[in-house]
């Protein structure tokens, strides 16, 4: 049996998960951010033990997932924006705390291993995960193993620019892929322009209530022809078709698999964003290529956590 953990902005998700992939425990905790580094650091080691109890056999690993970018050599977590840590020691303490080896990963890095070994009919030698949520983060598996770059922080498939020219990123650059297609962005270029006046199908849709929003009404409100979403969601699809085409240009996966709260909340985001990667990707990568929907949910980032290396 392994132990997985997945430490969010809003919850703390904590699972043994055996050989194959099935998680058979699970808890879940609300992060309570306010507490600081500290003392969430705590409610981490009170899961972790939980889970031991509930065992009952030896544990010789725990795998951490984190949002925010790991130092390679110390394997302290630079920075996590979510949780605002900043140079946070959680394999050392949490290894004191438990007695317990410890290896922390990127969330989405663990995300894209768990969805890799566990979510796919055959495991592929060469893959990329794509999660578009509120924002975009994803992992790059090179010859079955994660690929982390030089300093250990590669993979910031979001931050590709996709137009120098482009909207403004959180990161502070312009034109990334996450400015195009995260969920945040999206509902925010929306919601601005009804605030400013725009009544469209869209207000129908929502039935006037601005804060119930999200990505799947947007998509709705398209497909039935509203000036507005039909000229944002169109922008989305053909920007995410952009991206992918020069990701599996540059790449040259079998698989791309594609997760998130956008896609899970959209009817046709993949197929959409497929036909657009069949015009712009060149002819050899394309050929074979196999685009799959994510499939573990909320499991992925503990699954990963628990088997990654
Ligand atoms: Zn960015």
């Given at each position: 049996?392994?132990?997985?953990i997945d430490v969010g902005g809003t919850k703390i998700i904590g699972g043994l998960v055996d050989e194959?992939?099935?998680?058979?425990?699970?808890?879940?905790?609300?992060?309570?951010?306010?507490?600081?580094?500290t003392g969430v650091r705590g409610d981490i080691g009170d899961l972790i033990r939980t889970i031991i109890?509930?065992?009952?056999?030896?544990?010789?690993?725990?795998?951490?997932?984190?949002?925010?970018?790991?130092?390679?050599?110390?394997?302290?977590?630079?920075?996590?924006?979510?949780?605002?840590?900043?140079?946070?020691?959680?394999?050392?303490?949490?290894?004191?705390?438990?007695?317990?080896?410890?290896?922390?990963?990127?969330?989405?890095?663990?995300?894209?291993?768990?969805?890799?070994?566990?979510?796919?009919?055959?495991?592929?030698?060469?893959?990329?995960?794509?999660?578009?949520?509120?924002?975009?983060?994803?992992?790059?598996?090179?010859?079955?193993?994660?690929?982390?770059?030089?300093?250990?922080?590669?993979?910031?498939?979001?931050?590709?620019?996709?137009?120098?020219?482009?909207?403004?990123?959180?990161?502070?650059?312009?034109?990334?892929?996450?400015?195009?297609?995260?969920?945040?962005?999206?509902?925010?270029?929306?919601?601005?322009?009804?605030?400013?006046?725009?009544?469209?199908?869209?207000?129908?849709?929502?039935?006037?209530?601005?804060?119930?929003?999200?990505?799947?009404?947007?998509?709705?409100?398209?497909?039935?022809?509203?000036?507005?979403?039909?000229?944002?969601?169109?922008?989305?699809?053909?920007?995410?078709?952009?991206?992918?085409?020069?990701?599996?240009?540059?790449?040259?996966?079998?698989?791309?698999?594609?997760?998130?709260?956008?896609?899970?909340?959209?009817?046709?985001?993949?197929?959409?964003?497929?036909?657009?990667?069949?015009?712009?990707?060149?002819?050899?990568?394309?050929?074979?290529?196999?685009i799959e929907k994510a499939q573990l949910g909320e499991d992925a980032g503990i699954v990963g956590a628990?088997?990654?290396?």
């Amino acid at each position: 049996m392994h132990i997985g953990i997945d430490v969010g902005g809003t919850k703390i998700i904590g699972g043994l998960v055996d050989e194959s992939g099935r998680v058979t425990f699970k808890k879940k905790l609300f992060t309570e951010k306010e507490k600081g580094y500290t003392g969430v650091r705590g409610d981490i080691g009170d899961l972790i033990r939980t889970i031991i109890k509930e065992s009952n056999i030896e544990i010789k690993r725990v795998g951490i997932a984190c949002a925010g970018q790991i130092d390679k050599t110390t394997k302290n977590i630079l920075f996590s924006p979510n949780l605002d840590w900043h140079n946070a020691p959680l394999k050392d303490d949490i290894e004191k705390i438990c007695g317990i080896d410890t290896h922390i990963e990127n969330d989405v890095n663990a995300a894209t291993y768990g969805e890799w070994k566990f979510g796919l009919k055959e495991i592929p030698q060469d893959a990329i995960g794509v999660f578009i949520g509120t924002g975009i983060g994803g992992g790059i598996i090179i010859d079955k193993k994660i690929y982390r770059g030089f300093s250990h922080v590669g993979g910031e498939v979001g931050h590709i620019i996709v137009n120098p020219y482009g909207y403004k990123c959180h990161c502070g650059n312009t034109g990334c892929f996450e400015a195009y297609c995260g969920g945040s962005y999206i509902i925010e270029r929306v919601r601005t322009e009804i605030e400013e006046g725009y009544r469209g199908k869209i207000w129908n849709i929502i039935e006037g209530n601005i804060s119930s929003l999200h990505t799947g009404h947007i998509e709705e409100a398209c497909l039935l022809g509203d000036n507005l979403c039909k000229r944002i969601w169109e922008e989305v699809i053909e920007y995410a078709g952009a991206a992918l085409a020069s990701l599996v240009n540059l790449l040259n996966p079998e698989v791309v698999i594609l997760g998130g709260g956008v896609v899970y909340g959209s009817r046709y985001f993949i197929e959409n964003v497929q036909a657009v990667m069949e015009k712009r990707t060149m002819q050899a990568s394309l050929a074979n290529l196999k685009i799959e929907k994510a499939q573990l949910g909320e499991d992925a980032g503990i699954v990963g956590a628990a088997f990654i290396e």
